[in-house]
């Protein structure tokens, strides 16, 4: 099992350019999320899934598009980039339920960068 | 509403000696999780531990250890003997589970230096 993977690891774009951060994971998890880490901030969810087809937004979602068409992949779409979205981008998964499946497992994160 | 609060933003201390990072929430749910992540300086989000709103015994996993006080709203953190390979950012986070809610509330972190 390859666990969460992320692509890019690195990323620069410039003001206004639009991108996509790749989400992938193979343990057939049910939910997955996007948080984003600035210094001093710790992680702040910015969207989720519960499930292909299903999607809500977090605690920053302004700036960002998500859907799940797939159990496997959840990516982030940023619309117009803009330097306020420099930060590291990390995508979670996790089985539903309680108990042991509420343990999330993080990605590599994605680092990017916005001039 | 739910916080995570770390108060201890930088904690530097030198190999061997025992350290504590320590973690309150806050949180209206009865039913919640808790758990410690940790950052090396690669980047990646390590799980050190879980633990629910209805136990609150302690727990020791080598020289790692957890302190969950619900009486003071508390989820501490110890390292013994601490080595050079602890210095990390650590993060304590919280996710309830009533309503259905999937945010995962992380604290600020705390970064640890060991030196040798």
């Known amino acids: 099992n390859a666990g969460v993977t992320q692509t890019p690891k690195f990323q620069v774009l410039k003001t206004g350019q639009s991108m996509t951060l790749q989400c992938a994971q193979d343990m057939n998890h049910e939910y997955m999320s996007w948080y984003r880490q600035d210094p001093g901030m710790g992680l702040r969810l910015i969207h989720y899934?519960?499930?292909?087809?299903?999607?809500d937004q977090g605690e920053v979602p302004n700036g960002y598009n998500v859907s799940r068409s797939t159990t496997e992949d959840f990516p982030l779409r940023l619309l117009s980039a803009a330097p306020s979205q420099t930060s590291v981008y990390f995508c979670?998964?996790?089985?539903?339920?309680?108990?042991?499946?509420?343990?999330?497992?993080f990605g590599q994160g994605t680092r990017l960068t916005v001039v | 509403a739910q916080k995570v609060t770390q108060a201890q933003t930088e904690i530097s201390v030198v190999e061997k000696e025992d350290v504590t990072l320590d973690c309150v929430y806050e949180?209206?749910?009865?039913?919640?999780?808790l758990f410690w992540y940790k950052q090396p300086p690669s980047g990646e989000l390590v799980f050190l531990i879980r633990r629910n709103s209805f136990d609150e015994q302690n727990e020791i996993s080598g020289r790692y250890s957890w302190n969950f006080q619900k009486s003071t709203s508390s989820f501490n953190f110890t390292i013994t003997a601490s080595q050079v390979v602890d210095s990390a950012v650590y993060f304590c986070?919280?996710?309830?589970?009533?309503?259905?809610?999937?945010?995962?509330?992380f604290g600020k972190g705390t970064k640890l230096t060991v030196n040798p």
């Open positions: 899934s519960v499930g292909a087809g299903i999607t």
């Open positions: 949180t209206r749910d009865t039913t919640y999780y």
């Open positions: 986070a919280l996710r309830n589970l009533q309503g259905g809610s999937e945010k995962l509330v």
């Open positions: 979670a998964s996790r089985r539903r339920g309680g108990g042991k499946r509420v343990e999330a497992f």
